[in-house]
């Protein structure tokens, strides 16, 4: 069984309700088993801005699965809970990332890990840093480090305390 963490992201229809049925999913693929998860933050949308505030959260899973078996599993539950594909970066009901992957470091066709974003997103770092304050990013710094850097600048609201939500 390996570590791997899931970064959890919604801003359309019931975003709560999304990330939940998210999680409940996830515990429900043969081979992933949900671990902890993170507060639950709102946030604006970073990158394209002409969109609804982001509801975000990080999620700790063990795992059989590989690195590719995962991402396609993520990628199923963001199709049933309504993903649609349009812009880049845009609106969506689920976005469900595989941000660390514990021991494996690759570069392949749409899967990069670590996640090539995550050393410069508040909304990841710091439910990351909950979670796994003292994992190593690519950039030497721990999860801790980064977020305590980015986390002044950021307009992170914590929404719900705890792995209650
Ligand atoms: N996801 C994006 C683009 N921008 N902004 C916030 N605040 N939260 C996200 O999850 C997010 C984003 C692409 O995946
Ligand atoms: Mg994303
Ligand atoms: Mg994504």
Redesign the pocket.
């Known amino acids: 069984m390996s570590l791997a963490y899931l970064g959890l992201?919604s801003n359309l229809g019931d975003r709560r309700g999304n990330l939940r049925q998210a999680v409940e999913l996830l515990a429900q693929v043969p081979g992933v088993v949900v671990r902890r998860r993170s507060s639950l933050y709102e946030?604006?949308?970073?990158?394209?801005e002409a969109q609804p505030d982001?509801l975000?959260a990080v999620v700790e899973i063990e795992t059989s699965l590989s690195p590719r078996a995962l991402l396609e599993a993520l990628q199923a539950i963001e199709n049933r809970l309504g993903r649609e594909r349009t812009i880049r970066?845009g609106p969506r009901t689920m976005?469900l990332?595989l941000l660390l992957f514990e021991g494996v470091r690759l570069d392949e066709e749409g899967l990069t890990l670590p996640h090539p974003r995550l050393c410069e997103r508040a909304?990841v770092l710091v439910p990351l840093a909950e979670l796994a304050p003292d994992w190593p990013l690519p950039d030497g710094r721990t999860a801790g480090q980064a977020a305590e850097e980015v986390k002044a600048d950021a307009d992170l609201r914590l929404q719900s305390q705890g792995s209650e939500w």
């Open positions: 992201g946030n604006p949308p970073v990158g394209y982001f975000n970066w976005d990332d909304f």
